[in-house]
């Protein structure tokens, strides 16, 4: 599996190189308040725009990974919170009281 895995990742490796080498040419990239930068490759536009969408899409799932921790986290407290009252539970009825001692009974 892991092979495979390898062989996908050279793959998409290749398809992309490809991409982006018949994709050499100068562009005029405009951004915020009219500023423009001329005559930048548009490999170099395209490998800016693909690393900030990989920072994004890393920020949101860190995000969602300390979320789902924090939940596991008082998930754990509250499992903990009654298992000990079940304990506490299975112990006032673990030991059960012999009818003499809550009324005995009287002598013939």
Do not use: C
Not at 57 to 78: D, F, K, N, W, Y
């Amino acid at each position: 599996m892991r092979y495979l895995v390898w062989v996908l990742r050279l793959l998409v490796f290749v398809v992309v190189l490809l991409f982006a080498l018949k994709n050499t040419e100068p562009v005029q990239v405009n951004l915020f308040a009219d500023y423009v930068l001329h005559d930048i490759p548009l490999i170099v536009v395209m490998l800016g725009t693909f690393i900030l969408g990989l920072l994004l899409g890393l920020l949101i799932m860190v995000l969602s990974a300390m979320r789902r921790r924090r939940e596991m986290g008082r998930l754990r407290r509250e499992l903990d919170r009654l298992q000990e009252k079940a304990q506490q539970y299975e112990k006032s009825v673990a030991a059960p009281v012999a009818p003499e001692t809550i009324a005995p009974l009287a002598p013939l």
